[in-house]
């Protein structure tokens, strides 16, 4: 009976706890389509000095369900012959049936977005490898999430 009643209070002193969230952020994902496929384009990211250091970029997948997340990118310096960029696979884009976001952490500017469309993709990928119309340039900010 003892017992009995020390489980009961154990019960009812659980239930009074107050439940937490924890708030994950795009950047604490990966995913199997990163790298997957061959060499599409490249993305150059022009995120302006406003918003202060970059701290996490995340690249998503768009279509009809939404973003998905694919990779997490290394921010920092990694050229491309027209600036700052990273190279896109095949895979991270469904070949060019989805569209392509990338969302950024940022020290002034909280969590931010830009989107090229799936035409864009298309575009960029028709393009001659190397040419100015084989990258896409993400410039366009928004506020993002939390």
Known sequence: MIRFFVVVLALVGLSACTPTT????????????????????DLELNIPPAYGQVIALTQHSIDSAGLRTVCRLVPGPNPTPFGQGY????????NGRDGLCVSARTSAGGHVLSCA???????????????????????RWQPYGS
Not at 87 to 94: A, F, H, L, M, S
Not at 117 to 139: D, E, N, Y
């Open 22 to 41: 924890t708030t994950i952020y795009p950047e604490n994902y990966t995913a199997a389509n990163c790298f997957n496929g061959t060499y599409a384009f």
């Open 87 to 94: 190279p896109i696979y095949t895979g991270e884009v469904d």
């Open 117 to 139: 469309s799936a035409a864009q993709v298309r575009r960029a990928m028709s393009a001659a490898p190397g040419s100015r119309a084989s990258a896409i340039r993400l410039s």
